[in-house]
């Protein structure tokens, strides 16, 4: 990489290739800092993707996972769509491979099957809808309450919307391995610590950590909460990245990112931190990686996709 230019030279670059490819520059909150601050856009999965499905841009930059940028791809087959990294996968989406999942629905007939958005084209093409953790309880809710529900791959999400719309589902047993290292445990114990604060976690979390929480939300929910609440204390239960526009948003407030329960750096995902500038930069400049999809795929993919859209305006 001995041409890669460095410092303000490099978020030069990024500028200029943004305005030559005619590009938007998409990145979800777990992104790191220096890449948030010069997106386009920052948001969660529902609102990233409602951006993607509205762009004018010719080019799609996504600063996020696989997932999120092939859903991008999904909704605009005539825009390139680059992802930095292309080795920037999910827990959820990777150990739900589509041909399993359709073996596994087998056992389901006359099921409906909702799927959260961090799946593949492949598990989404075999769904009925798909939803993400900020619309989960009202997509879910959009069918008859005497409807039998699959939904995957996240069983602690599913566990959280059972709980919501009281309603029981056949979950795929999935999960996130950034948000199943929080324990109850250990936010028990900063609780303690800290008995002013709010602890807010996102549904990814264990449904024991759900339960002591004052708030549950996606990352967007999580933030919106922090901006307007009256607290002054906050312990998070999510990737650290969100903490980023939690600061800017409220610098008078004490953030306390929850502790993972090893000494690890497990609260930072190690897909999404796979992205970095200079990544952003090389993929712009030479224009891969790029997400492509058999048309024939997406055009099935696209089906739930669009029905979460239309539920969720
Ligand atoms: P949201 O963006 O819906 O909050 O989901 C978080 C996440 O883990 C994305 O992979
Ligand atoms: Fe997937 Fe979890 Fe990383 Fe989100 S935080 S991309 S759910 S592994």
């Not at 490819?21 to 999965?45: K, N, R």
């Not at 010719?58 to 791809?73: L, Y």
């Not at 909702?114 to 900020?134: H, M, W």
């Not at 190690?270 to 712009?284: F, G, H, I, T, W």
Request: glycine share 6%.
């Amino acid at each position: 990489m001995a041409d890669l230019p460095q410092g303000q030279a490099l978020l030069d670059g990024i500028e200029r290739l943004r305005r030559e490819l005619d590009a938007v520059i998409l990145a979800h909150y777990y992104q790191d800092s220096e890449i948030q601050d010069l997106a386009d856009f920052v948001g969660d999965s529902l609102q990233l993707s409602q951006q993607a499905a509205k762009t004018g841009a010719k080019v799609i930059v996504f600063c996020g996972v696989h997932f999120m940028a092939e859903t991008a791809k999904i909704l605009n087959p005539n825009k390139q769509v680059l992802l930095p990294d292309l080795d920037a996968g999910c827990s959820l989406a990777d150990r739900c491979p589509p041909d399993q999942f359709a073996k596994w629905l087998q056992g389901y007939p006359g099921h409906k099957v909702v799927s959260y958005i961090n799946c593949s084209a492949g598990v989404k093409a075999l769904s009925d809808v798909i939803c993400t953790s900020s619309n989960a309880e009202k997509i879910v809710n959009s069918f008859p309450r005497d409807a039998k529900i699959v939904f995957a791959p996240d069983r602690h999400l599913g566990a959280w919307v059972e709980k919501k719309t009281g309603r029981q589902m056949v979950k795929w047993p999935g999960f996130c391995i950034v948000h199943e290292q929080f324990t109850e445990k250990q936010l028990l114990k900063l609780k303690v610590r800290h008995p002013e604060a709010k602890l807010i976690a996102h549904p990814e979390c264990e449904a024991s950590v759900l339960a002591i929480a004052d708030f549950v939300g996606s990352t967007k929910g999580l933030l919106e909460y922090v901006k307007t609440s009256p607290a002054k204390s906050f312990i998070v239960a999510t990737e650290v990245g969100i903490l980023h526009l939690m600061s800017k948003a409220r610098p008078d407030a004490e953030l306390i990112p929850a502790p993972p329960s090893s000494g690890c750096n497990c609260s930072i995902c190690p897909y999404m931190r796979l992205n970095s500038l200079e990544k952003l930069y090389l993929c712009m400049r030479d224009r891969k990686p790029e997400i492509t999809l058999p048309e024939e795929l997406r055009v099935r993919a696209l089906a739930p996709v669009q029905r979460m859209l239309e539920l969720s305006a």
